[in-house]
């Protein structure tokens, strides 16, 4: 829990920097909170659950993320595709992969792909050498 709070007394400071009205900041600090509850609900579900695991699967955390961006259930064209091999997140890798998909995420809707009727997103993943790398 301190750790949520510090990373969210990260956002508060550094979000009226890239906002140019209190609405702004309003719906980006709201966003960047919703995902962090989304992170921390994978957290308290693995807790309950018993998971002696302790990680999450990337893929699973990466469409709830990004889910609020696929419009309309009636749109049958998905706009995102996730692809990537099965990568299991530990407690420490999971808020800060939330955020920075939040992230990406919002800035594709606001200014690239997404603001588009038609755009889509690719993500994908891979493993080289003991690391994550993620497109």
Known sequence: MKNLFAMTDGMIRMTPRSADS???????????????AMAHGFLQRRVRSMDSERSTNLCELVESIVAVHEGAAAERTPRFRICGPDVRCGDHAINGIALLIHELATNA??????SKAEGSVSIAWSIADDRLELV
């Open 22 to 36: 209190p609405d702004e900041i309003a719906e980006a600090l709201s966003g960047r909170v919703r995902a962090l």
């Open 109 to 114: 809707a606001k200014y690239g792909a997404l």
